[in-house]
């Protein structure tokens, strides 16, 4: 039961923070659309069908090859000693049908102590026709970028360890064709992801018995990419770092009946765009920090940069204070910077280790992408394999990602025959 103080402590503290404030702060309404962007988006597509039916709640779930994704620490609680997996995502079927993601990963793991593992990502973004300035068509291309992935774990404690991934990506957007007269290139990145588990398989909720898992991580943190050489001085796009906090909780009722809750906080590390207005024929920063810093100082600054809302007068124009800096509505900045926090929560349900049930949701702030939607999936295992399927059901009609289905096909290389991987074993873990 004390596992769950942190859970409670944070639902509540995002609850009561997402409420509309009154008086003279700003509420979510006033708050402006200022969606944060970043370099190599693909990085951030969940290609697991399992976590995906599960509302991207994933930090925290029990371990399987798919951990190379969510949380590499968590390889040395694997159930078995090794395991490969392959998945297939057709992507933003609402706009074209020709854009995919493949995913593919394994691991391997010694003595629950020590685990290695490794992962290929290919995403494809089908096939675009290229024209110059009149129109004319230069020639058609397939652009494409693709991740790999190599993972080690170290097991710290009986219920902790921590895990670190080397990351390479390579985007080729335009095969090298100029873009406005302009010559491009390929951008390329090293990447490295940070994670931490820990995990009790003897957590008790009165008399049920289960298993608690808290769970963090930090991806991709990495260079900026530039896909070409003008304008040297310009800051670069930023890789989707992001930081993850998870917690799951696995209740076993007997030996055929084990019920999985996860809950992910996400929370992405790229500075907020600042405010800037064009004032008497000049671009003015009217709140916020300019992006064009470092990759860990872009980090640290993404806890505290969002600009929030702009204090205007009567006509409409913005109010200056007397040091030359610009009024910023009491509140606003610190709100906004609540509305970069996304919530996932998921569900699972498994009748014998043969049979999962599914379900999730996941949500993302309006002005922050709106990324809203309900996730249902369903799992089968049957001795060394395992199918998983996740269906994406958007609250808006005009979602891209609405009706997106996900493939996963796992099969167990080696099992473990001493036992030594978890604290001890739990029917149910998939």
Do not use: C
Request: proline fraction near 3%; hydrophobic fraction near 35%; avoid cysteine.
């Amino acid at each position: 039961m004390k596992h769950f103080i942190l859970v409670i402590f944070s639902l509540i503290t995002i609850i009561s923070f997402s409420q509309p404030t009154s008086g003279n702060g700003a509420s979510n309404q006033d708050l402006q659309l200022n969606t944060i962007t970043s370099a190599l988006p693909f990085l951030a597509i969940t290609p697991d069908s399992r976590a995906g039916a599960m509302g991207d709640a994933g930090s925290a779930l029990s371990a399987s090859s798919f951990s190379l994704y969510w949380n590499t620490s968590m390889l040395n609680f694997a159930s078995e000693k090794s395991e490969i997996s392959v998945s297939y995502t057709p992507w933003l079927r609402q706009l074209t049908n020709d854009i995919h993601l493949s995913y593919v990963s394994g691991y391997y793991n010694f003595n629950g102590r020590h685990s290695v593992g490794g992962s290929l990502r290919f995403f494809s973004l089908g096939e675009i026709t290229f024209t110059d300035i009149q129109g004319e068509v230069i020639r058609d291309d397939k652009p494409s970028e693709f991740e790999f992935v190599a993972g080690y774990a170290f097991r710290t404690s009986p219920r902790t360890s921590v895990g670190l991934n080397g990351k390479f990506a390579y985007s080729n957007l335009t095969g090298g064709l100029p873009v406005a007269g302009v010559t491009t290139k390929p951008g390329i990145a090293g990447a490295a992801d940070l994670s931490f588990t820990f995990l009790d398989d003897d957590s008790r909720i009165g008399n049920l018995k289960g298993e608690y898992t808290f769970a963090t991580t930090i991806n991709n943190i990495g260079n900026k990419i530039k896909y070409t050489d003008v304008g040297s001085a310009s800051p670069g796009d930023f890789l989707p770092m992001n930081l993850k906090i998870g917690n799951a909780y696995k209740a076993k009722f007997d030996k055929y009946n084990v019920l999985t809750v996860s809950f992910d906080i996400q929370k992405l590390l790229v500075p907020t765009p600042a405010l800037y207005e064009e004032i008497n024929g000049e671009t003015v920063l009217l709140s916020g920090k300019s992006n064009n810093v470092g990759v860990i100082s872009g980090m640290l600054q993404s806890f505290y940069d969002a600009p929030g809302v702009v204090a205007r007068d009567d006509a409409g124009d913005p109010i200056q204070n007397a040091d030359g800096s610009y009024e910023v509505v009491n509140g606003s900045k610190f709100k906004e910077e609540l509305t970069e926090i996304n919530l996932a929560l998921g569900l699972e349900y498994w009748y014998n280790n043969i049979l999962a049930i599914r379900a999730g949701f996941f949500y993302e702030n309006k002005n922050k992408g709106d990324r809203q939607y309900f996730n249902l999936g369903a799992g089968f295992k049957y001795n060394r394999f395992g199918v998983d399927i996740s269906y994406l059901a958007a609250l808006k009609r005009a979602n891209p990602l609405a009706n997106t289905i996900r493939f996963s096909l796992r099969m167990i290389l080696g099992r473990n025959t001493d036992g030594k991987n978890s604290q001890s074993s739990v029917k149910g873990e998939s």
